[in-house]
């Protein structure tokens, strides 16, 4: 079975400094990994995904996360974070084969961006 | 494009009441899933259907849950009874394949006092 571990619970950062949320994975087989973005009493955003292809890729907001089979990695990263980034963000994978559609989640890294 | 929309947002009810939950996905998509979301959890599956083929109830207590998709469209998500550990969030989801990406609705928070 796929499981997702969200390294940092809550990261704090200063607006326009650089951000990193890191996400590892556990599967026996390929994946399909997603970020998503959860505003306060709100439902989940797609951030970006992961399907195939170039391992880097960029989603909306200016987040940018990469995909590293060797290490089962899928961090996200933003350049420079705005106050309006402040938000829960899940780290979620799809395993291939007979799992297709059950997404597992991490159980997610709260940003905060000080002013 | 309209969204995933579910409603009520809001519910709060006596242990042992039943509730509802609905939830209607965007259109043309065939798979719809439930999700509960635990506070400071992550979002755990429930069901998912396949048109109005239930394909995957594996994680949803049958004992007091039970869900519907009538036509393939609508779905409809039930607690009976309920009890206080049902408090949380309820998440619809919506994809035109189980392949494709999950798009989410805002959620039913239901508080059980």
């Known amino acids: 079975a796929q499981s997702v571990t969200q390294l940092d619970s809550q990261v704090p950062v200063f607006e326009e400094a650089p951000v990193e949320l890191r996400c590892n994975y556990s599967?026996?087989?390929?994946?399909?990994l997603f970020w998503y973005v959860q505003y306060p009493n709100q439902g989940l955003q797609l951030l970006l995904k992961?399907?195939?292809?170039?391992?880097l890729v960029k989603g909306i907001n200016g987040f940018e996360a990469e995909f590293n089979k060797s290490q089962t990695s899928f961090h996200l990263r933003k350049p420079s974070v705005h106050i309006s980034d402040t938000a829960e963000y899940f780290c979620a994978v799809i395993q291939w084969g007979t799992s297709y559609g059950k997404l597992t989640f991490g159980q997610g890294t709260i940003l905060t961006v000080h002013p | 494009e309209a969204g995933v929309v579910q409603s009520p947002r809001y519910k709060i009810i006596e242990k042992k009441q039943p509730v509802a939950f609905w939830c209607n996905p965007i259109s043309g998509h065939n798979t719809l899933y439930w999700y509960l979301q635990n506070l400071g959890q992550g979002p755990e599956l429930l069901i998912r259907y396949e048109n109005e083929e239930a394909v995957d109830d594996s994680q949803l207590p049958k004992d007091r849950f039970s869900a519907e998709r009538l036509k393939g469209v609508d779905s409809t998500l039930k607690i009976q009874p309920a009890e206080l550990g049902d408090s949380a969030v309820y998440l619809c989801a919506s994809s035109p394949t189980r392949q494709s990406p999950q798009y989410f609705g805002p959620g039913t928070r239901l508080t059980v006092l």
């Open positions: 992961y399907l195939s292809g170039s391992t």
């Open positions: 599967s026996s087989v390929s994946v399909y």
